[in-house]
Each structure stands twice: as C-alpha cells, then as structure tokens.
C-alpha cells in the first residue's frame, strides 16, 4: 500500500532549538495534514495546507509544501519539552477517501 | 460528547478467542475510521465508514476482521479468532464530513493476545 515517507525517522534536541521534519510521497497528495501523536495516546490534528499553498503558520509551527517535490516539512521553532511526541503526516491521493499515512517522526525534546 | 471514546483501554485476550472494541465517535460526525498502530510504527488503515454510504474495508488484513456502525453513531470492532499478530493498538477515530476535515482520535484500545 502506498505510504508517506518521513525523514528522520527519530530526532532528539535540547529545548529551545528548532526542529524539522520532512515528508515525502511517491504519488501526488491532496492536501496535507501533520498530526501529532503523545505516547499511549491518540493523534491530535495540528495543522493542514492545501495544495495551493506553499507555507503555512500556526503559533511556533511552520509548515511547508512543494507540491513539485511531493514533499511537506514542518518546522516547530523554539522547541520544549512537551513537544515530545511521535509527528505524522497523512494526505489524500487523487478522490480517493482515504488518507495516506506517513510512519512519523520521534521528536525527543531534552530540557 | 467531548471527543472520540473508545473501550476498553487495554484487552488481553487469549489465542483464538473472540474480541469486541469499542468506539463512540464525537456526535455528528459522519465518518468514521479504524487504525491500527503496532508498537513504534505508523497507522494501517482497516476500515472506513461515511454516512449512510457502503463502508471502505480494503484494509481490513483477514476476514477474521470486522466492523459496524449504526448509522453516525458507535462502531464496533470485531476479530474473531485473535492471533498473537493481532496484537497491537486500535485507533478509532471520526471527522465531520469525511474528505479533509480533520480526523479526531481516541485514545485507542491496547489489544494483547497471549
């Protein structure tokens, strides 16, 4: 089945540094979602761009897309600890309902 | 309700038995999907509900496996003679109109088959 790819696949940094993490598919996406993941819990939905957009802003994230790429990244900036967790992007193929899900990114922030 | 519920939180269950997960899904949202998350990997579609339309179950692995909704309100899991492959974390989880809108998950039911 077809999958995102995510890169790197772990991260660990010390607080107040950036983090960036990067999505690629083979297949063009429609729209993208990030989702973040905290251990033992489910995924909460953190921001979406759409097809027409290169980048997008939302309080310390910063998502882009390059639609030519077939990639999106997302940057938190001014990283803390709570931002440890597992990141994944998930976007749509063509109509098809589904979305397609990367396999995330373990973001490990040290205080 | 205030989000996506799903029980039990945790099942263990022994080989070759039956199980039920639960999930309610937020009121009014109309789509409705099941993940499953094995430890430190990404999410595998199983199945997807919308509406009143025929249900997505391409992702559904056996026929082992499966699923129902009535109408937009809680969906059952079932998987009938668990295997210690079955063990992993089933996600449930609902959007407002299916397409785009973001996906609201549960906490997930942690299944352990011994």
């Known amino acids: 089945s077809q999958q995102g790819e995510e890169d790197p696949q772990a991260l660990s940094i010390q607080e107040g540094e950036n983090a960036t993490m990067n999505c690629s598919y083979k297949?063009?996406?429609?729209?993208l979602q990030w989702y973040r993941q905290n251990s033992g819990r489910g995924l909460v939905h953190l921001i979406l761009?759409?097809?027409n957009e290169r980048e997008k802003h939302s309080g310390r994230l910063r998502v882009t897309l390059d639609t030519s790429k077939k990639s999106s990244s997302l940057l938190i900036t001014a990283s803390r600890a709570a931002d440890t967790a597992s990141y994944f992007c998930?976007?749509?193929?063509?109509?098809?309902?589904?979305?397609?899900w990367g396999l995330g990114t373990s973001l490990a922030v040290n205080p | 309700g205030a989000g996506v519920s799903q029980s039990p939180s945790n099942k263990v269950t022994e080989k070759g038995k039956d199980v039920e997960l639960r999930c309610d899904p937020i009121?009014?949202?109309?789509?409705l999907y099941w993940y499953r998350q094995r430890l430190g990997q990404g999410l595998e579609f199983l199945i997807y509900?919308?509406?009143?339309?025929?249900?997505?179950k391409s992702g559904l692995p056996s026929d082992r496996f499966s699923a129902e909704r009535t109408g937009e309100s809680v969906s059952t899991l079932t998987i009938q003679r668990t295997q210690q492959e079955d063990s992993a974390v089933y996600l449930c989880a609902s959007s407002s109109t299916g397409g785009d809108s973001p996906l609201h998950f549960g906490n997930g039911t942690r299944l352990t088959v011994t």
């Open positions: 998930a976007g749509r193929a063509g109509n098809n309902r589904k979305l397609i």
């Open positions: 509900f919308q509406g009143n339309s025929a249900p997505d």
């Open positions: 297949t063009s996406i429609n729209n």
């Open positions: 761009i759409r097809s």
């Open positions: 009121s009014g949202h109309t789509a």
